[in-house]
């Protein structure tokens, strides 16, 4: 016997790993920035903070279309 498919296709690493590169991509565009203005370790905390609910909207975005194809 083999279990039934998931509903969607997407798997809880999937997820994760939407979030996390999210999140690792805003933290280097912040370094990045900051770098640029003088302050490297203030723009990769603010990429971090930015790309907390940046990651989660991206999440959002993957899943919620997934539910309604």
Do not use: C, F, K, N
């Amino acid at each position: 016997m083999t279990p039934d498919a998931a509903a969607s296709p997407h798997s809880l690493a999937t997820a994760s790993g939407l979030l996390l590169g999210t999140l690792a991509l805003a933290m280097l565009l912040g370094a990045l920035v900051g770098w640029a203005l003088g302050s490297a370790g203030i723009g990769l905390l603010v990429g971090a903070l930015l790309g907390i609910p940046i990651g989660v909207a991206v999440v959002y975005q993957v899943y919620g279309r997934a539910r309604r194809s």
